[in-house]
């Protein structure tokens, strides 16, 4: 399972930090992912990180602005998100890097809204 936390009402250029902690085995081989999915769009790959947490990749929108991490002791991704825009507003979910909508499991996610 995924329960993602941490979203919420924010200011534009204003910061969040969204956790998602994962249950079940095998996390620590993962390569995970964060998505967001905004009104009326398809759901967008965000910022990647590997098992190890060596290399992260992103989206250029928000490159500079959000840093993905993760912590395999406690089975969870982070997304550090500042200089937030009304852009950014969406649902952010977290999964293994490559899931699919439909075909694999997706947690409830969480809003993120940015007002400006």
């Known amino acids: 399972q995924l329960m993602e936390s941490g979203g919420g009402l924010v200011q534009a250029g204003g910061s969040l930090r969204l956790s998602c902690a994962a249950s079940g085995s095998g996390f620590r081989t993962r390569n995970m992912a964060w998505y967001r999915q905004a009104p009326g769009k398809q759901r967008e790959l965000v910022a990647t990180?590997?098992?190890?947490?060596?290399?992260?990749n992103y989206i250029d929108s928000v490159k500079g602005r959000f840093t993905i991490s993760r912590d395999n002791a406690k089975n969870t991704v982070y997304l550090q998100m500042n200089s937030l825009k009304p852009e950014d507003t969406a649902v952010y979910y977290c999964n293994t890097n490559g899931a699919i909508v439909g075909v694999d499991y997706w947690g409830q996610g969480t809003q993120v809204t940015v007002s400006s």
């Open positions: 990180i590997t098992r190890g947490g060596g290399t992260t």
